[in-house]
Structure formats: C-alpha cells, structure tokens
C-alpha cells in the first residue's frame, strides 16, 4: 500500500509540479500526463466519494463547456474542426485533477523548488547564449529578429517564462525562501534574469503583461514590494546594459518594444488603408494594422452569430467566406488574435457572458484578498500564494491585449495549470481557518 502511494506521489504528485517543464517538451508529453491525470484523479474522487470537487466552480466550467460544445455541434463544418470543441472538457477537468493530486501529495518542497531553480538558469543561459551567437545550444537560430530558445520556431518564450514566473513565486513563498523579514537576494537575481530574457524574447504583449503583473502585486500583497522593487530595478538594468553590450540590428528589443509598437499602432509608414479598417478616433489601430483586421472581421462574423456564436474553429473557417471577408484578404487567421473576440465568436454572448463573469469575478476576489493582507499582521503564505495565482489568471483573461488561440491544446494547458493550483489554495486555507 505503502509503495503504491510513493508510486503514486512520483508520477502524479512529482508530475503536476514539473507540468510546466513538460509544456516545454512538446504538446505530446503534456497530453499524456494530463490524460492519465484526469483518468487517476476522476476515478479517485468517484470511487472515495469526494463530492466536494464538483462545487460551483465545477458547475461554471461545465457551463462553459456546454456553451463550446453546443456551438461546435450546432455548426457543424467537418469532424476536423469540431474535435477541438466537443474534447474541450479534459482540460478543465485537469485543473480539479490538480486541486484533488495536491490535496493527496504534497510537493511544495525544496526538492521541486531546486528542480525550477536549475530550469531557470538553463533557460537563461541558453536565451543569452542565442542572443550573443545567433544560436542556442541545440543549434536554434535567431527568427524574426527574436530569440526562442529551445522553442526554436514556436516564438512563445515570453509568454511561456511570464506564466512561470508567478508558479516559481509560490514555491518560494510556500519553502519560506521569502518572508516577511527575509529576502532571498540568489532568488531575487534569479527571477530578475527571467524578466530580462523576457525583454529579450521581444514579446511585447508577454513584456508589458510582466509590468502589469508585477503591478497588481505591488498593490495587493505589502509583504512583497521590497522584492518586487529590487528586481524590477535590476531587470532595468540589465535590459537597458546588455544592448550597449553587443549593438545588433539582428536581435534590438528596445527597438521592437516601444519604436514598432508606435509604428503599429498609428499606423505608420504604412500608408492608407481601405475603408474597413478606418483608425480609432482616425489616429491609431487597435494593436496594430493586421489586428485590427481581425477584430473588424470578427465583429462582421458576431453580428450573424450572436447568441451561440460559430463554434469552436468557426472562425478560420468563415473567415474566408465572400460576405465576411474583408478587402485583400484582411483579418483572415486561424482565430481573431483577441480572447473575448474569440470567445464571442466562437460561443456567442453565452460564453462571452461567463467569460466576463470569470474576469470580474477574479477582480472581486484580488480586492477582497488585499484587504484581507493588509489587515494581517502575519505573512499567510496560503492566502499570498493565492493572490499570486489569481494575479496570472487575470493576466491570462485579460481582455485589451493581443493573444493566442484560446482552444490550442498548449495554451489551453498553460492557461489552466494555475486554475488547479488556485482551487487547492483556495479550498486548503478555507478548510485551515474553519
């Protein structure tokens, strides 16, 4: 009984706390571990009768579910387009397999805390490596003027190392390598680095989503803005040094975060453009030029699907169509680049209605945790720990920035990981206080 449950904790328990390492590997590993997770974690809670898992927030998810699927079915293209709709439902119920895993294992411990410790410095070391030479250990190459990593073509190293930023910081707060009267100056370096190859990736939207992060826990979390200050002023640092260092046309981050961003948004450089794509208040675009396509075609494609919207890849699929396409082909993609324009289109006002109230929701939530903080005396890493994975989840909804496929398995996974975490959080320090 006794090796079974070790068994148990290395593959489940070792598993969930080392998924975001697996996200690096491919989609395939990834795919398999929440599978069998879900399969492990769903038979426990039916055979021990754990009921509990299966609340409100089980209730939303399969509202939201249902709204997917529904969609999907109701407008029918081929199974290829519906399959990512109608196998939706693994990927919330992954995050209650991590809530019910971290309930029967415990794996806050410096075993996988050093475990991050050494991934960071690979991944930093290897960024730089590719920033200095043109190439990464494993031979990737400089694309696009950005670095990526061991990602290689995928250029998703920002957004990758900023949702592992916040998981990193609870496992620091829950090892007690940062207290209230103790800051860890190696750990403090070391997430500062991770900032920095954030900045060098050239992801503006991962960049400027960092900022805002950091923002909300300045704010909400007092125990924690020494920290927050010294490695935002060391990544200045480094991110305004390291260019004097090696000038490269190739690789300019600063160039592409602020300048480009500028030409984009007003359109510069880029000459008139047809009628669809008029400017806000006839001065900038919404992100950019090609976004801003997106999000006309979307609204186009809303108007005609509006309560249950087109289904889960209707959007690539109609796209295209003659009394939906726009001038040149503009704002045709795989999905609109925007969660809640993706959301509206795919599920219609159903879905975007429970969409709004998930981000409202966590907004509630933040504020009431930073009253809670701040009238504490004492450093609860339970309810900091919390508040810092509320933090990346309203980072990941939020709604006024560019973003991924919101039904791509890789992102779907990254996305919910944090969900899994936050619900063991939440439920552990309610069950601690009464």
Same mark, same amino acid.
């Given at each position: 009984?006794?090796?079974?449950?070790?068994?148990?904790?290395?593959?489940?328990?070792?598993?969930?706390?080392?998924?975001?390492?697996?996200?690096?590997?491919?989609?395939?590993?990834?795919?398999?571990?929440?599978?069998?997770?879900? +399969?492990?974690?769903?038979?426990?809670?039916?055979?021990?009768?754990?009921?509990?898992?299966?609340?409100?927030?089980?209730?939303?998810?399969?509202?939201?579910?249902?709204?997917?699927?529904?969609?999907?079915? #109701?407008?029918?293209? *081929? #199974?290829?387009?519906?399959?990512?709709?109608?196998?939706?439902?693994?990927?919330?119920?992954?995050?209650?397999? /991590?809530?019910?895993?971290?309930?029967?294992?415990?794996?806050?411990?410096?075993? /996988?805390?050093?475990?991050?410790?050494?991934?960071?410095? =690979?991944?930093? *070391?290897?960024?730089? +490596?590719?920033?200095?030479?043109?190439?990464?250990?494993?031979?990737?190459?400089?694309?696009?003027?950005? /670095?990526? *990593?061991? !990602?290689?073509?995928?250029?998703?190293?920002?957004?990758?190392?900023?949702? +592992? /930023?916040?998981?990193?910081?609870?496992?620091?707060?829950?090892?007690?390598?940062?207290?209230?009267?103790?800051?860890?100056?190696?750990?403090?370096?070391?997430?500062?680095?991770?900032?920095?190859?954030?900045? +060098?990736?050239?992801?503006?939207?991962?960049?400027?989503?960092?900022?805002?992060?950091?923002?909300?826990?300045?704010?909400?979390?007092?125990?924690?803005?020494?920290?927050?200050?010294?490695?935002?002023?060391?990544?200045?640092?480094?991110?305004?040094?390291?260019?004097?260092?090696?000038? *490269?046309?190739?690789?300019?981050?600063?160039?592409?975060?602020?300048?480009?961003?500028?030409?984009?948004?007003?359109?510069?450089?880029?000459?008139?453009?047809?009628?669809?794509?008029?400017?806000?208040?006839?001065?900038?675009?919404? !992100?950019?030029?090609?976004?801003?396509?997106?999000?006309?075609?979307?609204?186009?494609?809303?108007?005609?699907?509006?309560?249950?919207?087109?289904?889960?890849?209707?959007?690539?699929?109609?796209?295209?169509?003659?009394?939906?396409?726009?001038?040149?082909?503009?704002?045709?993609?795989?999905?609109?680049?925007?969660?809640?324009?993706?959301?509206?289109?795919?599920?219609?006002?159903?879905?975007?209605?429970?969409? =709004?109230?998930?981000?409202?929701?966590?907004?509630?939530?933040?504020?009431?945790?930073?009253?809670?903080?701040?009238?504490?005396?004492?450093?609860?890493?339970?309810?900091?720990?919390?508040?810092?994975?509320?933090?990346?989840?309203?980072?990941?909804?939020?709604?006024?920035?560019?973003?991924?496929?919101? #039904?791509?398995?890789?992102?779907?996974?990254?996305?919910?990981?944090?969900?899994?975490?936050?619900?063991?959080?939440?439920?552990?320090?309610?069950?601690?206080?009464?």
């Amino acid at each position: 009984m006794v090796f079974k449950k070790n068994i148990q904790k290395i593959i489940f328990g070792y598993g969930v706390g080392i998924f975001p390492f697996l996200l690096l590997i491919g989609p395939l590993i990834s795919e398999i571990f929440l599978v069998f997770s879900v +399969l492990f974690a769903w038979l426990m809670i039916v055979k021990e009768k754990q009921y509990n898992y299966i609340n409100k927030y089980f209730i939303f998810f399969c509202l939201f579910y249902l709204s997917t699927v529904f969609s999907t079915l #109701f407008n029918f293209y *081929s #199974f290829d387009s519906a399959k990512g709709g109608i196998s939706y439902f693994r990927i919330p119920l992954f995050a209650f397999a /991590i809530w019910f895993i971290l309930n029967n294992f415990k794996i806050f411990n410096r075993k /996988i805390l050093f475990l991050y410790s050494i991934f960071f410095v =690979l991944i930093i *070391s290897d960024s730089i +490596l590719q920033y200095f030479t043109g190439k990464n250990i494993t031979g990737n190459e400089i694309l696009q003027y950005r /670095i990526s *990593s061991f !990602f290689g073509e995928e250029l998703v190293l920002g957004g990758y190392l900023l949702r +592992l /930023i916040p998981i990193f910081l609870v496992f620091l707060i829950m090892n007690n390598s940062i207290k209230l009267e103790k800051l860890n100056l190696i750990y403090t370096l070391l997430i500062s680095l991770v900032c920095f190859v954030i900045y +060098l990736s050239g992801e503006r939207t991962s960049f400027f989503l960092l900022i805002f992060f950091f923002t909300i826990i300045f704010f909400t979390i007092k125990y924690l803005r020494k920290f927050i200050l010294i490695t935002g002023i060391i990544s200045i640092f480094l991110s305004f040094s390291v260019p004097y260092i090696k000038k *490269s046309e190739e690789v300019n981050p600063t160039k592409r975060m602020f300048s480009k961003t500028y030409e984009q948004l007003t359109g510069r450089g880029i000459g008139n453009f047809e009628e669809h794509k008029k400017k806000l208040f006839g001065k900038v675009y919404i !992100f950019s030029h090609d976004h801003h396509g997106h999000y006309m075609l979307s609204l186009k494609i809303i108007k005609d699907y509006p309560i249950f919207g087109t289904g889960a890849r209707g959007f690539r699929y109609l796209c295209r169509n003659k009394i939906y396409i726009l001038e040149n082909d503009d704002g045709c993609s795989t999905h609109p680049h925007n969660t809640y324009f993706q959301i509206f289109t795919s599920n219609g006002i159903v879905g975007f209605s429970l969409l =709004l109230f998930a981000f409202f929701y966590i907004i509630r939530e933040i504020l009431k945790l930073r009253k809670k903080i701040n009238l504490e005396n004492n450093f609860n890493k339970y309810e900091i720990s919390k508040t810092i994975l509320l933090a990346i989840i309203l980072i990941n909804l939020w709604p006024i920035a560019p973003s991924g496929n919101f #039904f791509n398995n890789w992102l779907s996974m990254l996305y919910f990981y944090p969900i899994g975490l936050y619900l063991y959080f939440k439920f552990k320090n309610e069950k601690k206080v009464n």
